[in-house]
């Protein structure tokens, strides 16, 4: 009588390695792409954020807010400072924080800056928008959050209207903000 032995074969085991590895090879970009738009998204929300409250804080002050954005030469590295305006006051630079002598201003900071660029019309030192504490207006404007390093990139547009609405329409928009964007 022959005993048999339990276990797996050579060729068992190498066709459950190869069957894995190129699993792997096919779940790996979809991840990525995946993991880049969450990126692209979660920056959407805490920007919406950042602005729902630079809004409240204009309501609530007597005076208006511009809102300026900072943007390295290669797009890479964006921030956003929202300052009260005051007739001698010098607007402040996001990326040079220690220049500032008002405490009371609001800064945003990109969670992923290097895979999210910014795309505007109007940087530093101009403001982007000018938030006015008279029944909740602000100047028309618009910006794009576009997602780098990917192989569809994807934009989002953000659109002020002179009532106090921020609107975020997504790639497909016809919007004029489009030809910011590079």
Known sequence: MQKYHTGFTLVEVLTVIL?????WLWLTPTWQQFNSQLKLYIEQWR???YLAQVQQRANTSMGSWGLRVSVSPDRRRWCLL???EKGN???CDCFHLATCNQANNLVYFPY???NISFHTKYTYPQPL???NSTRNTMRNSCFILQLQNSNQPQKIVFKY???GEV?????ETTSACLSYAS
């Open 19 to 23: 069957i894995l590895a190129l699993s």
């Open 47 to 49: 920007l919406k954020q």
């Open 82 to 84: 929202a300052q009260q």
């Open 89 to 91: 006051s010098t607007p």
């Open 112 to 114: 992923s800056s290097n």
């Open 129 to 131: 928008t000018v938030f």
């Open 161 to 163: 209207s002179g009532f």
């Open 167 to 171: 609107k975020v329409d997504d790639q």
